[in-house]
């Protein structure tokens, strides 16, 4: 006997740009969004997006190096949008390239403002 498909819910369009175009105030709020953006856009898994580090990020080519199940290591192309808020935070970030690399650990008591 076949089991059943079930398909996920996913985002309708009007969902997305709400996502897009919401405007983070906080360092935690520019983070959640950053990662939120990245996850849009690659339809990467969770846990490749947060292993993230600067060393995977191509700014000049648009892409980003992630590290996939089996520690396979793959590039992919990402849009615009993404890489803005990815270079905004690479300038501002108070502890620079660092910063950046510690931004989505859990354990970072980085205020960021």
């Known amino acids: 006997m076949k089991e059943p498909?079930?398909?996920?819910?996913?985002f309708n369009m009007p969902q997305v740009q709400r996502l897009i175009g919401w405007?983070?105030?906080s360092f935690y709020?520019?983070?959640l969004h950053l990662l939120v953006l990245?996850?849009?856009d690659t339809g990467c898994?969770?846990?490749?997006a947060l292993s993230l580090r600067v060393e995977d990020c191509d700014l000049d080519n648009l892409l980003l190096v992630l590290n996939g199940k089996g520690m396979r290591c793959y590039p992919v192309p990402v849009a615009a949008c993404?890489?803005?808020?990815?270079?905004s935070t690479l300038r501002t970030?108070?502890?620079?390239r660092n910063g950046f690399s510690r931004m989505f650990s859990p354990y970072s008591r980085n205020s960021g403002n």
């Open 29 to 31: 709020e520019r983070r």
């Open 93 to 96: 970030s108070s502890e620079g």
């Open 23 to 25: 405007k983070p105030r």
């Open 45 to 48: 898994r969770i846990s490749e």
């Open 38 to 40: 990245m996850l849009l």
């Open 5 to 10: 498909q079930f398909i996920l819910p996913t």
């Open 82 to 87: 993404p890489w803005l808020s990815i270079s």
